[in-house]
């Protein structure tokens, strides 16, 4: 896919330039650099960095720094309810941040990082309350995209970074995405490549007891119970406001409305094929103003996002999604897929 340079992704994107830059209060300038270490000294002094992942871009803050890490709620519209994931250099620093590394964890943490998994423990008490929304439990990532562990490193402290993004909007999985997104509302932007998974890392409690996956990603549920075998999918219930809030808010939706398709279907049928658009791994009949046939299910869950944002460029108003097996990160992008269709957070 083609990504557009910085003046004509403003000129196709009107309304969100207008929301915020120029009707925005922030309209600070915000710094575009490819150096790691530019990039963490404005961390340093207060400011707020997006900055590359293996899953997605994160917008990161000192996690000790009350004053930053409030700044990344106001400038992505964060709900304050919404708890930030702590991203690290070095596992020893998870002994700042959190007073427990549980048996399930050590183990998880052995196999899995650095890697795109979060575990969710009990958190320290010089965490500010803000950085995890008042909870006391604190999610932990290595990141091992080699740029990412570059800036954590040059930080000196554990970065807390939800995905920088507007709040409810797709995930960012280019720099120019962020830069669509919060050009002038936050400090700086470390330019790397498009990220190589596309989706959010996987969310495990890991607080007590068995093992919970909160949130489906790169690594799947049955790579972890080859780990810690007692560990389960949590199912949604009374309890989820408690154990992920971020998971009952909207999330990774372009404007378009987004229709998922049975696997088996031979056609599109959409009503103005002209303002349609699909992605899949096999090619319809019916072809639709844009469309993306992937290779595998790791490219379409790869370029999802990206393709969303696309779509909203170009104004699309249907964007039509083949379902894919629910194996691997089969599972990851199936429940990116259905959040994005659900219209109930309308
Ligand atoms: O791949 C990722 O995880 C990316 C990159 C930047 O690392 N970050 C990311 O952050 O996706 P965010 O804030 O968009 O999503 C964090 C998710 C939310 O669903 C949140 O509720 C959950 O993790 N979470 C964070 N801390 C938690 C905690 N203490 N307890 C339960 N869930 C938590
Ligand atoms: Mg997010």
Redesign the pocket.
Known sequence: MKLQAPASVIGTCPVLYEATVVNSPFAMKTLLTAEPNEAANIIKSGGIVAFP?E????LGANIFDEDAVSKIFEAKMRPAD????A?IADVRAIGEIATEVTDAAARFIAAFFPG?L?L?LP?ADRVPPAA?AG?D???V?M?RFPLAQRFLKACGTPVV????NISGRP?PTTWLAVFEDLDGRIDCILQGESTEIGL??T?V?CTGGAPLL??K?AISLIELQAVVPETSFFQSGGGEAI?????LHKHYSPRARVIILDKGIAGLNAADPSSAAYIGLTRLKGVPALELVCPSTIEYARTLFEFFRECDRRGIAEIYCQSVDETGIGAALMDRLRRAADRSFN
């Open positions: 992942t899953t997605v871009y994160g919404n708890p930030l994931i991203h795109p979060t969710v958190k995890t909870l439990s604190i999610g990532r990141p970074a939800p995905s920088a995930s959010e890392s969310v409690d909160l949130r990603g154990r992920s809030p971020g998971l």
